[in-house]
C-alpha cells in the first residue's frame, strides 16, 4: 500500500536544465551588452564549468565569473547580467506536462505529498509558489534544514516523520539516481526514477519503477495498491 509520494522538484516536477540554459544565456548576453569582453558562446561554457564544480544552485555565480574576467565585480556588468538571468528566468520556469493533473489525483486518492530538495529552501518556495503548487505541498525538506545532501538519509527520515507514513508506504519520485534513488533507498522506500526528467543519459536508474510521464505515479499506485487491498 502506497499511503505517499515525495517529489524532488528540479528536473522532476520543473524543467530546471531548460530554465537554466535559457537563463544563463540571456544572462550572459546581459553582461556583453554592459561591457563583458568575450565571446558568448565561451562565456556560455565558463558559466556551466563554475555551475558544475561550484553547484547549479550557486547565489553568487556571476561575482565569481566576473573577478575571474576582470579581477573585480563591475556592479553595471553584474546588474546587466542579474537583471536578464531574472527575466528569463521568470518567463521560462515550467511545469512538465500533467504536473498538476497528477497532483490533483494524489489529492483526490488522499496521498499525501511533500517535496525534499537539494535546492535552497526559499528558491525551492519561489519555485512551488510561482507555479501555483503550494496549494499541494503544506511541507518541504531541503538540504538547507541538516546541512547536507541527498543521499544522506536524514531528509528521507524527516519526510517520514512529516508523511507519519512507514518507508515501504512512501513512494519517493526523483530524476537523479545517486541522490534521489539511492537516498530512498537507503531508508527502505519506494522509489520511481523520472526518465523524462534525466539529463545525464542514464541507462540503469536502480528505481523499482520508471516512469516515462509523472502521470504515469498515478497508475502506478492504483495498481499497488489494488493488489495490497
Avoid: C
Avoid at 553584474?78 to 518567463?91: D, E, S, T, V
Avoid at 489525483?105 to 503550494?134: F, N, Q, Y
Amino acid at each position: 500500500m502506497i499511503k505517499a509520494v515525495i517529489f524532488d522538484i528540479d528536473n522532476t516536477l520543473t524543467d530546471f536544465m531548460k530554465m537554466k540554459r535559457t537563463a544563463v544565456d540571456a544572462a550572459v548576453e546581459g553582461m556583453m551588452d554592459a561591457g563583458l569582453p568575450g565571446a558568448k558562446e565561451e562565456l556560455v561554457k565558463e558559466v556551466f564549468d563554475v555551475y558544475w564544480k561550484e553547484g547549479i544552485e550557486d547565489q553568487k555565480i556571476f561575482d565569481k565569473i566576473l573577478k575571474a574576467k576582470l579581477g573585480h565585480i563591475d556592479f553595471k556588468i553584474l546588474a546587466g547580467g542579474i537583471l536578464a538571468y531574472r527575466r528569463a528566468k521568470n518567463g521560462t520556469m515550467t511545469l512538465y506536462p500533467r504536473v498538476n493533473h497528477t497532483l490533483i489525483e494524489l489529492m483526490k486518492m488522499g496521498i499525501k505529498r511533500t517535496v525534499i530538495s537539494d535546492a535552497p529552501k526559499m528558491e525551492v518556495w519561489l519555485r512551488i509558489v510561482g507555479l501555483g503548487l503550494h496549494h499541494f505541498f503544506d511541507d518541504i525538506i531541503t538540504s538547507e534544514d541538516f546541512g547536507i545532501k541527498k543521499p544522506d538519509p536524514k531528509p528521507y527520515r524527516r519526510a517520514l516523520e512529516l508523511l507519519a507514513t512507514k518507508p515501504e508506504e512512501t513512494l519517493m519520485v526523483g530524476d537523479w539516481p545517486e541522490r534521489d534513488i539511492q537516498g530512498a533507498k537507503g531508508v527502505g522506500m519506494r522509489t520511481a526514477w523520472a526518465k523524462y526528467g534525466d539529463t545525464f543519459g542514464t541507462t540503469e536508474s536502480g528505481a523499482d519503477y520508471v516512469l516515462e510521464d509523472i502521470y504515469e505515479v498515478i497508475g502506478l499506485i492504483k495498481r499497488e495498491n489494488a493488489v495490497a487491498a
